[in-house]
């Protein structure tokens, strides 16, 4: 190292900078400083300076040392403020490029036309069977309509509080669709169907006509329920079952398959009505009673408790089954005959004074 003249120079690690003093060629050691990247700038140099003077250089070294030191630390500060800005700028940049990116993705807007309370949408951009511009319902907020998929609320169809549509679904005619209810998948809710309380519409499920599904109803797969019909409660309407009429399903009634629930008829309770079934005029089916296969329902009929009617039998006129009584086969329970405890009617069995052809008439 001879005729090497002193040097300190710095370099930034992964534990901060480190501050370095070169001896002369009669000098026989390294000086090596690095403050913690916890220390403030002021206690950094402080520290530097201090260590500078332990190590005993003579004086004119010792003042040179503590400039350049002071110089290194400087300019340490300033490249690292230069960065900072840099990287703000560039954090700042992105979060705009998001911000842009994310007002792109959106599909539509909320107009000033306003009824109600409600604000009518626009469309941002082409979608599904929506192009850019089209006009759209009515909503409370943009929490009610997903920017995401197709779904589309159009017409005069109204959808607020915390209710929402997404997925593909769509919201059409006049429908209102409010409180927590959810509207999703491929679902249709139009005409003046209604659909509120924490009622869930899913799946290829139709909702339309004068129909109402309230509370924590379910109606999913193929479903559909329309003209004045109404489903409540924890009910679930699924398969390709469909509710018409003024029919009511409440409570934790099922109704899947191909079932047909019509007329005034009502199922409530646990019972379950499903595969072919058809239940319909003014029938009930309660308790925890179960309709299956091409079972028929229909006149003043009640079936309740455990019951069961299967295969392709009927209950009709104002007969009653109830308890764990079984109807099945081709049986025909009619007029005012009453089927309890652990009864069976199977096959062919004649209960009432109105024959198969009276019967037919009245379906």
Not at 176 to 182: F, G, I, P, R, S
Not at 289 to 303: C, L, M, S
């Amino acid at each position: 190292m001879s005729g090497r003249p002193e040097t300190i120079a710095s370099r930034e690690t992964k534990r901060g900078l480190e501050i370095l003093c070169v001896k002369e060629s009669n000098w026989s050691f390294w000086i090596l400083y690095c403050p913690p990247r916890s220390y403030s700038y002021e206690v950094s140099v402080k520290k530097a300076l201090d260590f500078i003077k332990k190590c005993k250089l003579p004086k004119e070294k010792n003042e040179q040392a503590m400039a350049r030191t002071l110089e290194v630390f400087r300019n340490y500060v300033r490249l690292n403020r230069h960065r900072k800005t840099e990287k703000g700028e560039q954090m700042s940049e992105c979060k705009r490029e998001q911000k842009d990116s994310k007002v792109e993705t959106k599909k539509y807007e909320l107009t000033g036309e306003t009824k109600n309370g409600l604000r009518r949408i626009r469309a941002l951009r082409d979608f599904g069977a929506v192009k850019r511009g089209d006009l759209g319902g009515w909503v409370e907020s943009e929490n009610n309509l997903s920017h995401e998929g197709d779904a589309w609320i159009s017409d005069d169809a109204q959808v607020f509080d915390d209710a929402s549509v997404s997925g593909n679904a769509r919201v059409f005619g006049e429908a209102l669709v409010y409180d927590d209810a959810k509207v999703f998948g491929n679902a249709r809710v139009f005409g003046n169907a209604v659909v509120s309380s924490n009622a869930k519409v899913f799946g290829n499920a139709q909702v339309f006509g004068n129909a109402w599904i309230d509370d924590n109803a379910q109606i999913f797969d193929n479903a559909q329920v329309s003209d004045n019909a109404g489903v409540g409660d924890d009910a679930q309407i699924a398969g390709n079952a469909w509710i018409a009429g003024d029919a009511m399903i409440t409570d934790n009634a099922q109704i899947l398959g191909h079932a047909r629930i019509s007329g005034s008829a009502q199922v409530y309770g646990s019972a379950q009505v499903y595969d072919d079934a058809l239940i319909f005029d003014d029938a009930e089916v309660n308790g925890n009673a179960q309709v299956y296969g091409n079972a028929k329902v229909f006149g003043h009929a009640r079936i309740s408790g455990n019951a069961i009617v299967s295969g392709n039998a009927w209950v009709f006129d104002r007969a009653l089954v109830s308890g764990d009584a079984q109807v099945y086969g081709g049986a025909r329970v009619g007029g005012n005959t009453r089927v309890s405890g652990n009864t069976q009617v199977p096959g062919e069995s004649e209960q009432s004074a109105i024959d198969k052809e009276d019967a037919l008439k009245k379906r």
